[in-house]
């Protein structure tokens, strides 16, 4: 079972911050956080994953609570190719992903 | 990032018959890869983990005799749906892990869309 928790589903306007929230608060020590979008009818698109520190690339920051138990991915400036399922998974780097339901995110003009 | 190709992207076959999806790491070697299955509306359902030269471990309920998977070499795995059924169409991805600017992960292919008539 996915170890995660995520809405459903989020609204944004484009060119505004998109706040992806995930509640982990059974997370190991040893668990990484990872996020991948899935844009319709295509792969997962990995995004960005994290430890214990924020993390920051060229598609989002990666922002995770001090105890760990929660995280937000940020995408700064949504666009209408922002449009995606979210999944947000917790697991070491040598395991499997287990994918849950992901947050269904519509970006609108 | 590492890409991870898929073939075909989409088939149809007819009931009864054998179907071989193949997923290739491209730009770098995957001792490791994976293979979902999706259906519409739903999240990704890991199947199997194939290992370079080993056997594969296939997750609980999936029919290992029904979905064969080969992972011959560190940029290859193929998987092959045998004697099909219309209950077997669905979206199949696989997933190969390794570095990519700078991050091990996973790396996922586009899909291979099957029906079975």
């Known amino acids: 079972d996915a170890k995660t928790t995520q809405p459903p589903s989020m609204d944004c306007a484009e060119g505004r911050a998109a706040n992806l929230p995930c509640n982990h608060s059974?997370?190991?020590?040893?668990?990484?956080v990872y996020w991948y979008r899935q844009i319709h009818s295509q792969g997962p698109q990995y995004i960005i994953h994290?430890?214990?520190n924020n993390e920051t690339n060229e598609m989002a920051s990666l922002i995770i609570t001090e105890d760990r138990k929660s995280s937000t991915l940020i995408l700064p400036h949504a666009t209408l190719r922002d449009t995606a399922v979210y999944y947000c998974?917790?697991?070491?780097?040598?395991?499997?992903?287990?994918f849950g339901t992901g947050t269904r995110l519509q970006v609108f003009p | 990032g590492a890409v991870v190709s898929q073939h075909p992207s989409r088939v149809i076959c007819k009931s009864g018959t054998s179907v071989k999806i193949e997923c290739r790491s491209l730009?770098?070697?995957?001792?490791?890869m994976f293979w979902y299955r999706q259906f519409p509306k739903k999240s990704l359902m890991l199947m199997a983990t194939?290992?370079?030269?080993?056997?594969?471990t296939y997750e609980q309920g999936v029919e290992k005799d029904k979905f064969l998977i080969n992972h011959a070499s560190l940029t290859l795995s193929t998987l092959t749906v045998t004697s099909a059924h219309p209950e077997d169409s669905s979206f199949y991805i696989c997933?190969?892990?390794?570095w990519g600017g700078g991050q091990e992960t996973q790396y996922f292919g586009p899909g291979t869309r099957l029906l079975v008539l």
């Open positions: 998974i917790v697991s070491r780097p040598t395991d499997k992903l287990i």
């Open positions: 730009d770098f070697q995957a001792t490791t």
């Open positions: 994290g430890l214990k």
């Open positions: 997933s190969a892990r390794g």
């Open positions: 059974t997370i190991s020590g040893n668990e990484y």
């Open positions: 194939s290992n370079e030269g080993s056997k594969a």
